[in-house]
């Protein structure tokens, strides 16, 4: 395999975990279970809306993953740690995931898991070309359960863009399929 999450998908299959510590993701009012019930710790964070770091070590201790409120069935992931926190300021009880820019295993296997629990994921990220094809990227992954929020050309006008890309950075954008980041590419 070339790509990251390959080389860690394979290495898996033989019991190796390479970056297990740094390989992380942040969520907050999401629940977990192991095959013994509710895992208190992820029960005792999300009780008092507290934000978790989650390295891929205890990520693969949980086998279910799902918003607090169990009638709920969306969860908000945002690329950005600044974005985040805004929004568990002004949403305290949102069930929400922080990628941190490029998608690490551990966000796809959360991810993974919501989606297993019945999920919809409302994704936002940069309206820029990498973040465009990170979106791409999971709306491939997951292309029934996947809602780009604030990821449209009213969204990108307001974001008033002062910075002109690079051709090389441009070029990116070609590879793009899903029709609506297509058009927003445009």
Known sequence: PS??????????????LRDDITNDVTC?????ETSEGPHPVWEAAAKTCSVM???LRELLKVSKA????SNLKQVWIVENSGVFS?????????????THGQFKLAALKLMD??????CSLNYAGD??????????????????????WHMDLHAYHRSNPQ?????ERLAKLDSLVEPGLKSLAQ
């Not at 907050?28 to 977990?32: G, Q, R």
């Not at 799902?66 to 409120?69: D, R, V, Y």
């Not at 309206?127 to 780009?148: C, F, S, T, V």
């Open 86 to 98: 805004s929004l568990a300021d002004a949403v305290p009880d949102a069930p929400m995931v922080c």
């Open 163 to 167: 910075v002109l890309l690079p051709p």
């Open 66 to 69: 799902f918003p607090k409120q």
């Open 28 to 32: 907050i009012n999401i629940v977990a």
């Open 3 to 16: 790509d990251s999450e390959s080389i860690n998908v394979l290495l898996k299959q033989y019991g190796l």
């Open 127 to 148: 309206i820029d070309p990498e973040g465009l094809l990170m979106a791409e990227r999971l709306w491939q992954r997951y292309p029934h359960k996947l809602n780009m």
């Open 53 to 55: 770091n989650v390295p």
């Open 113 to 118: 898991m919501l989606v297993d629990s019945g």
